[in-house]
């Protein structure tokens, strides 16, 4: 079944230390996207990448770092320079950015919840 | 610039009451709009979707109608289960971005 693959689904961190989240999808999906969850708000935008080799800076990027090399893969680090990780990290993809239609809608991964001891 | 709200939660309700979750929204133009359903520790799903003004979108017994002269999009079930307990985001699609509200938690009580 087509979807898109999150992982780990928990980490602990500690202060200081870079970490990755991983994102594979396999929907043959050109845009990727990653969004920030925090208790009690809604979803606030990282990153996003419209095409392989290319991102842009969404609302909250700082402290944050991401990368495009193949289509279905869009892994997201966090660095120590992000005063407050601690978040639910949500990954998801569209067939592209680039329309406005009611066709664009996001496919979601399952999350990964990242805490920093 | 274009937003989204929503009626603040918790809602807490009995099985088998009717629903209504408040979202209205602020943009130009003619955004498309959508609820997404968030289960406990879970990522998020497409609940439906409406594109122009009174388009119904309509899956799992949920309802929204898109209403441009009210600038809303509420979501509405006639007869809600313990299984619908989850968060409903209302979000709009327009100039290139998804804009979410913040959501609205909703508990079933049996």
């Given at each position: 079944d087509g979807g898109i693959t999150q992982s780990p689904k928990y980490l602990f961190r500690k202060e200081g230390q870079n970490v990755t989240l991983s994102c594979e999808q396999n929907?043959?999906?050109?845009a990727m996207y990653w969004y920030r969850q925090d208790p009690g708000q809604g979803l606030r935008l990282i990153y996003y990448s419209q095409i392989v080799n290319d991102f842009q800076k969404g609302d909250i990027a700082e402290g944050y770092s991401v990368s495009r090399?193949?289509?279905?893969s869009f892994p997201l680090t966090v660095t120590s320079?992000?005063?407050?990780?601690t978040a639910f990290y949500l990954c998801a993809s569209s067939p592209t950015t680039g329309q406005i239609s009611g066709a664009n809608v996001l496919t979601f991964g399952a999350g990964s919840r990242l805490t920093v001891l | 610039g274009d937003s989204v709200t929503q009626m603040e939660g918790p809602v807490t309700l009995s099985e088998e009451a009717f629903l209504t979750i408040n979202c209205t929204y602020t943009a130009t133009g003619y955004p498309s709009l959508f609820w997404y359903v968030q289960y406990p520790g879970e990522g998020l799903q497409l609940l439906l979707k409406a594109t122009k003004a009174d388009d119904k979108g309509s899956n799992k017994g949920f309802e929204a109608t898109y209403r441009k002269e009210t600038t809303s999009f509420h979501l509405e079930k006639g007869s809600v289960q313990v299984s619908d307990s989850a968060v409903y985001f209302c979000a709009l699609y327009s100039n290139y971005q998804l804009i979410w509200g913040a959501g609205t938690k909703l508990i079933i009580k049996p």
């Open positions: 929907l043959n999906h050109d090399e193949k289509k279905e320079a992000q005063k407050n990780p | -």
